[in-house]
């Protein structure tokens, strides 16, 4: 249960990188809003996965998980680069933290 707590918190995190996106700077008031609330919603669940998983592993396999989400949402929807090597890394950066859940 705590791994599914942990990819709320992931997916949470990337629904506040796209509202802060949207929010201009903090210019938008409801982007920013949305933000901000993704934002606790993130920190809070990370919070509950830690209580069974380890810190470092939790860190790393949530900030992870978002960076790569991030970057695939700049793709899809902001048509930032897809170049092969940035589509590597970001496969590599997702292999790592499966790589971390199946750890001992």
């Given amino acids: 249960m705590a791994w599914a707590i942990l990819l709320a918190a992931a997916l949470a995190d990337i629904a506040m990188v796209v509202a802060l996106k949207y929010a201009e700077g903090w210019t938008r008031f409801w982007p920013s809003v949305a933000g901000l609330l993704f934002?606790?919603?993130?920190?809070?669940?990370?919070t509950v996965s830690l209580r069974q998983l380890p810190v470092g592993t939790a860190f790393a396999v949530f900030t992870g998980l978002g960076a790569a989400g991030a970057a695939l949402i700049g793709m899809a929807a902001f048509g930032e680069s897809a170049s092969p090597v940035r589509l590597l890394l970001i496969a590599a950066i997702i292999a790592c933290a499966g790589g971390l859940k199946l750890s001992p």
């Fill in 39 to 46: 934002a606790n919603g993130a920190i809070a669940l990370l």
